[in-house]
Antibody, heavy 121, light 110 residues
Framework: EVHLLESGGGLVQPGGSLRLSCAAS????????MNWVRQAPGKGLQWVSY????????YYADSVKGRFTISRDNSMKTLYLQMNSLRAEDTAVYYC??????????????WGQGTLVTVSS | QSVLTQPPSASGTPGQRVTISCSGS????????VNWYQQLPGTAPKLLIY???QRPSGVPDRFSGSKSGTSASLAISGLQSEDEADYYC???????????FGGGTKLTVL
């Protein structure tokens, strides 16, 4: 059974940093693309970042480009999101989501339960 | 403001058929397939429809999707109370090099 478990969320001051992790199990982690998607309180879904199965290819939303870095450790079956220079508008529940294949345009077929990041002084 | 446009709300009575629209452009829906997600209150999103009209295993055939040009739609027939949720369309955008979502449609079962 596919399982994704995010961790690392919490309260951070504006300008601060946080690293999110997503532990994966139940599938061959390295064979699938992964994404981070966030949802601000009471708002809709917003894609944040994509990473290929090997980790060699990444994409970012314009709103986080230059501040966030996605990475993965296939040996540890873990996805990461390093978030720097955090702003109040980054406050959201962050979900990791598994792509349905190795192709970059593959829908996210499994999602974690999310981890809340709150940026506030 | 979302790249894909959805109505903010929709409603229907049990047993009715409801459709939710999703409008985009040539760089997203016009050139790529559309996926739909269902988000029940307080839970993570769930893939409902992929590749415009395909249902993942376990999704009832009451749910169907279609696409024409730069628009897509989700239809729910035989509406049930447990269908009350937020529904999001999504597509890859070739210009933005990323996934774009609709703003979401809150479905109320009256």
């Amino acid at each position: 059974e596919v399982h994704l478990l995010e961790s690392g969320g919490g309260l951070v001051q504006p300008g601060g940093s946080l690293r999110l992790s997503c532990a994966a199990s139940g599938f061959t982690f390295s064979s699938y693309v992964m994404n981070w998607v966030r949802q601000a309180p009471g708002k809709g879904l917003q894609w944040v970042s994509y990473i290929s199965g090997s980790g060699s290819s990444t994409y970012y939303a314009d709103s986080v480009k230059g501040r966030f870095t996605i990475s993965r450790d296939n040996s540890m079956k873990t996805l990461y999101l390093q978030m720097n220079s955090l702003r109040a508008e980054d406050t959201a529940v962050y979900y990791c989501a598994k792509g349905s294949s190795s192709g970059y345009i593959s829908p996210s077929d499994y999602w974690g339960q999310g981890t809340l990041v709150t940026v506030s002084s | 403001q979302s790249v894909l446009t959805q109505p903010p709300s929709a409603s229907g009575t049990p047993g009715q058929r409801v459709t939710i629209s999703c409008s985009g452009s040539s760089s997203n829906i016009g050139g790529n397939t559309v996926n739909w997600y269902q988000q029940l209150p307080g839970t993570a999103p769930k893939l409902l429809i992929y590749s415009n009209n395909q249902r993942p295993s376990g999704v009832p055939d009451r749910f169907s999707g279609s696409k024409s040009g730069t628009s897509a739609s989700l239809a729910i027939s035989g509406l049930q109370s447990e269908d009350e949720a937020d529904y999001y369309c999504a597509a890859w955008d070739d210009s933005l090099k990323g996934w774009v979502f609709g703003g979401g449609t809150k479905l109320t079962v009256l």
